[in-house]
T-cell receptor
């Protein structure tokens, strides 16, 4: 079957760095997405990786290793507004997104 | 309007009733999707449409139907609601159905079936 695993919850301190991991087993691979979802709101796109390596976008970076079925989202200089759930999703061989359950990130002052 | 709108925002429905959730986008996106989101689970795809006039089944299609008569609208119908369909429903769209096309989400409909 298809499976996306990510931690349920993480806590970090304002101004610090946090890494949210995602491992996947899917039928085919056409890219990995990270989305942010604030409580009670819709998911919004953060990043897309299809090749191995690091993609940097401001305070957020996303890494992919296809051979290991592994990705992480790195958030630097954490701000209180970064408190949200972070969703990992893989596009499978049918070009459908398979979603992880999300990681709830709690930022403490 | 800009983006994707969904209606209603929330609804409480008696089991056995028929319900249509509305979704409209003004971005001229070809592909549209319906997901449900339940606590502790990832978003699950109910139905999708790669272009106007075509639809397909996702991971959890039973009890739901969709239509795509035009580019902008993609309604989701529950023919006879059951309590297990209590969930938050998100409509999404992307320019094309395929690899690096990010999906844009509507604000969601919170549905409770009693």
């Amino acid at each position: 079957g298809q499976n996306i695993d990510q931690p349920t919850e993480m806590t970090a301190t304002e101004g610090a760095i946090v890494q949210i991991n995602c491992t996947y087993q899917t039928s085919g691979f056409n890219g990995l997405f990270w989305y942010q979802q604030h409580a009670g709101e819709a998911p919004t796109f953060l990043s897309y990786n299809v090749l191995d390596g690091l993609e940097e976008k401001g305070r957020f970076s996303s890494f992919l290793s296809r051979s290991k079925g592994y990705s992480y989202l790195l958030l630097k200089e954490l701000q209180m507004k970064d408190s949200a759930s972070y969703l990992c999703a893989v596009m499978d061989s049918n070009y459908q997104l398979i979603w992880g359950a999300g990681t709830k990130l709690i930022i403490k002052p | 309007i800009a983006g994707i709108t969904q209606a209603p925002t929330s609804q409480i429905l008696a089991a056995g009733r028929r319900m249509t959730l509305r979704c409209t986008q003004d971005m001229r996106h070809n592909a549209m999707y319906w997901y449900r989101q339940d606590l502790g689970l990832g978003l699950r795809l109910i139905h999708y449409s790669n272009t106007a006039g075509t639809t397909g089944k996702g991971e959890v299609p039973d009890g739901y139907s969709v239509s795509r008569a035009n580019t902008d609208d993609f309604p989701l119908t529950l023919a006879s609601a059951v309590p297990s369909q209590t969930s938050v429903y998100f409509c999404a769209s992307s320019g094309l159905a395929g690899a690096n096309n990010e999906q844009f989400f509507g604000p969601g409909t919170r549905l409770t079936v009693l």
